[in-house]
C-alpha cells in the first residue's frame, strides 16, 4: 500500500509562503495524489488534486515531480486563518489520512 | 446545496451501552465514508459504501462496530457496548464519484464526538 509521510508540525508568519512536503515512495501509476485542509471542529475539506508536473487553484499550488514519489503542498502569502492541519493522500484502495502536518501561522 | 449532515453533534454514553451515530450524506453522491478522529490524530478509515457493492468493513476496529447504508443515502454506525478508548470524533464523507481517479472529493460532515464515561 502507498504510504504518506509528512512533516508533523511547521510555523510560518503571515504573509510568507508555506511549502508542506509530502513522500510517497510507493505511488501507483493509477494513483492520484490529494490534499485536504481541517480546521479544529470540523471535518477536512479539499484543496488540491494532482497527478503530475504543477497544479494551480485559487488557493494553493501543488508541485510533483516527473518521478512521482513526492509533492509539495504550496501556500502563497498565508494568514492566520490558514492555520490548521494539511493531510496528503494517495488515493488508492484505502483512505489513509495519517497525521497530517499541523500548521501554524503566526502574526 | 446542503452539505453532508450528521447527528447528534455530541453524545455522552456510559460504558457498555450502545450508541448509533447518523449520516446523511450529499444528495446523489453514490460512496460514503465513516472516519475516527481521536484527539489531536488523523483520521482512522471506518468503512466505505459504493452504491449497491458490498462495503469495504476492512477499517472496523472490532465487532462492536457496524454499519449500513439504508437505500443508497443515509447511514447509521452503530457501536456496541461502547468502551471509553471508543470516544472520538465519528466523521462521515460523501463523494459523486467511487474512490480514485481524477476530480474525485470526499465532503466531510462536521462529525459526531463521542464521549464515554
Known amino acids: 500500500l502507498a504510504k504518506t509521510t509528512q512533516p508533523i508540525s511547521m510555523d510560518s508568519y503571515e504573509g510568507q509562503e508555506v511549502n508542506i512536503t509530502c513522500s510517497h515512495n510507493?505511488?501507483?501509476?493509477?494513483?492520484?495524489i490529494t490534499w485536504y485542509q481541517q480546521f479544529p471542529s470540523q471535518g477536512p475539506r479539499f484543496i488540491i488534486q494532482?497527478?503530475?508536473t504543477k497544479v494551480t487553484n485559487e488557493v494553493a499550488s501543488l508541485f510533483i515531480p516527473a518521478d512521482r514519489k513526492s509533492s509539495t503542498l504550496s501556500l502563497p502569502r498565508v494568514s492566520l486563518s490558514d492555520t490548521a492541519v494539511y493531510y496528503c493522500?494517495?488515493?488508492?484502495?484505502?483512505?489513509?489520512f495519517g497525521a497530517g502536518t499541523r500548521l501554524t501561522v503566526k502574526p | 446545496g446542503a452539505g453532508v449532515s450528521q447527528s447528534p453533534s455530541n453524545k455522552v454514553t456510559e460504558k457498555g451501552k450502545d450508541v448509533e451515530l447518523r449520516c446523511d450524506p450529499i444528495?446523489?453522491?453514490?460512496?460514503l465514508y465513516w472516519y475516527r478522529q481521536s484527539l489531536g490524530q488523523g483520521l482512522e478509515f471506518l468503512i466505505y459504501f459504493q452504491g449497491n457493492s458490498a462495503p469495504d468493513k476492512s477499517g472496523l476496529p472490532s465487532d462492536r462496530f457496524s454499519a449500513e447504508r439504508t437505500g443508497g443515502s443515509v447511514s447509521t454506525l452503530t457501536i456496541q457496548r461502547t468502551q471509553q478508548e471508543d470516544s472520538a470524533v465519528y466523521l462521515c464523507a460523501s463523494s459523486l464519484t467511487p474512490r480514485g481517479g481524477p476530480s474525485y472529493e470526499q465532503y466531510f460532515g462536521p462529525g459526531t464526538r463521542l464521549t464515554v464515561t
Open positions: 510507493n505511488i501507483a501509476t493509477n494513483d492520484y
Open positions: 493522500l494517495v488515493v488508492e484502495n484505502d483512505m489513509r
Open positions: 444528495s446523489g453522491h453514490t460512496a
Open positions: 494532482g497527478y503530475k
